[in-house]
């Protein structure tokens, strides 16, 4: 019931009789009642079916013709009238027929182009309202095809779609390559059919008739006495275009050819798709491969480096007997390179759990922030007493909800770069306050710090050097660490060309791991 309402919403309106069909059966009809009006007499009133006549021309196509035929039935009439008169003589009950026929004619005629109207306004909105179901059946298709689709999705939902909108009791949608329907390929089936009725022709080779475009069919071609109907899309990549199958489509092929105009440039953006998605796959591969890599060689570069500072620590300590002052020196400057090469392995596993995420993994715990400053000072005081730094503390006992070693590390951070672009004999005051629900842990000394040009990088994995340069991984982990606790990390200059550090974590655990 519903195909047949379908077909006929699409069906073409039945054209009014062409011009020549109305004059020549008019014309009959008119000199018929004119030699039947002249051959009778004039009591009979024939002249009352010259309307008939003009009533015939309604059936046209021209509102011209309807008022010529009521012209020359007007003519006819009264030519008519006066033969009677002439023949029977002028009475008053003739003149009363006469004129009645008259105004019969001239009724007609005004009615005739009433209807003509009328039938021309019927047809504009017929033709409007088949507009506007073209209109909403491409819409629809445009929403079912919605939404980014790789090329496989994009064949799924355009069988599906070609179905719903021509009506047919099977579309099938295939790459073709050397007369074989392949993949991508899907196969829509109306709710009537099963797999069994109507198999699907995946890996077959499709009949020549199906592929052979007839010169002038336009998009749509029919096969099978009508019975099949297909369509190409042109794929812009490698392995054949594909070929659209539909089984006893009720729409009309027009129809179907828009719907084919709808579906190839978004056939075309699936191609943009599929590459984005084969490139994030490649990213994310070598992601993690690179991931991988820094693991192995931060965990494989550890061991021998902790040993070499195991061993260098133990010939300073006199295990080997007492060294020369120059050996002694080497020493030193070996234990200090094997020290750096730790911190940038730690660092190294650092940074690839934060972009890999494992990060979030962690559950918060509660970290007194007072101690774990107490205690990198502890850790920095051969370097502040080496380089005589003065140390101004004011420190307040702050706790926060977070991950005790990675803040660690932000703190370690900032106080080792203050203390390494100290001046010899300089001072690096340190604070650590709360301020409302935050914790504010500030590092001052009175380094050179860095340029505007740089300020804006200052924070960036590997940035240019400056205040803090080294690995140009510190301040990075330092922002990141900060970040993910919901907190931030801020430079600035202060008064006397002081170099200032201030990083703020919220207190509360509901703020932590936001960012």
Excluded at 243 to 251: D, E, K, Q, R
Excluded at 281 to 309: C, Q, W
Excluded at 438 to 467: C, D, H, K, T, W
Aim: aromatic share 6%.
């Amino acid at each position: 019931m519903a195909v047949s309402a379908r077909s006929q919403r699409f069906s073409a309106p039945k054209l009014p009789l062409p011009p020549a069909t109305v004059w020549s059966a008019a014309l009959s009809l008119l000199v018929l009642v004119l030699v039947a009006d002249i051959m009778t007499p004039a009591s009979f009133a024939v002249g009352t079916v010259f309307s008939a006549c003009v009533a015939f021309a309604a059936l046209g196509s021209s509102k011209r013709v309807v008022w010529q035929l009521t012209g020359l039935c007007l003519l006819a009439n009264l030519f008519a009238g006066i033969w009677n008169g002439l023949r029977d003589g002028a009475n008053v009950y003739s003149l009363a027929n006469r004129s009645v026929s008259i105004l019969s004619v001239l009724l007609v005629g005004f009615l005739a182009v009433k209807a003509r109207d009328a039938s021309e306004r019927a047809l504009q909105l017929a033709d409007e309202e088949r507009q506007l179901t073209r209109e909403r059946a491409l819409r629809e298709l445009a929403e079912d095809m919605g939404g980014p689709l790789g090329q496989k999705e994009f064949v799924d939902r355009a069988a599906a779609s070609l179905l719903k909108l021509t009506g047919a009791s099977s579309v099938e949608v295939g790459a073709i390559d050397k007369a074989v329907l392949g993949v991508p390929h899907a196969l829509a089936l109306a709710p009537d059919l099963t797999k069994a009725e109507r198999p699907s022709r995946l890996n077959t080779r499709i009949p020549l008739d199906f592929l052979a475009h007839p010169v002038g069919a336009g998009d749509v071609w029919a096969a099978e006495g009508g019975h099949i109907y297909l369509a190409r899309l042109r794929r812009p990549t490698e392995g054949g275009d594909l070929l659209v199958i539909l089984t006893s489509p009720t729409t009309p092929p027009s129809l179907t050819g828009e719907a084919i105009h709808a579906l190839q440039p978004l056939l075309e953006r699936t191609t943009l798709l599929d590459d984005l998605r084969a490139n994030r796959k490649m990213l994310a591969e070598r992601g993690e491969l690179l991931r991988d890599l820094v693991y192995a060689f931060s965990h494989d570069l550890r061991t021998p480096v902790m040993a070499n500072i195991m061993n260098m620590q133990s010939a300073l300590g006199g295990a080997y007997g007492e060294l020369p002052a120059e050996y002694k020196a080497n020493l030193h400057n070996g234990l200090a390179a094997n020290e750096t090469l730790l911190a940038l392995a730690d660092q190294l596993l650092l940074v690839a759990k934060y972009e890999s995420g494992e990060d979030e993994q962690e559950a918060p715990q509660t970290v007194h922030l007072r101690e774990q400053v107490l205690s990198v000072l502890a850790d920095l005081k051969p370097r502040i007493q080496a380089q005589r730094i003065v140390l101004d503390t004011a420190l307040t006992d702050v706790s926060i909800e977070g991950r005790k070693h990675d803040l660690r590390r932000a703190i370690q951070n900032l106080l080792d770069n203050a203390i390494k672009f100290s001046p010899p004999g300089g001072t690096v005051r340190v604070s650590l306050y709360p301020d409302g629900d935050e914790a504010v842990f500030s590092v001052q000394n009175s380094g050179r710090g860095i340029s505007a040009a740089q300020e804006a990088r200052l924070f960036q994995r590997f940035r240019g050097s400056g205040a803090g340069s080294g690995s140009g991984l510190g301040l990075y982990l330092t922002r990141r660490i900060a970040e993910d606790h919901g907190g931030n990390v801020r430079y600035r200059r202060g008064a006397d060309s002081q170099t200032i550090f201030t990083l703020t974590l919220p207190q509360y655990a509901q703020a932590w791991g936001q960012a």
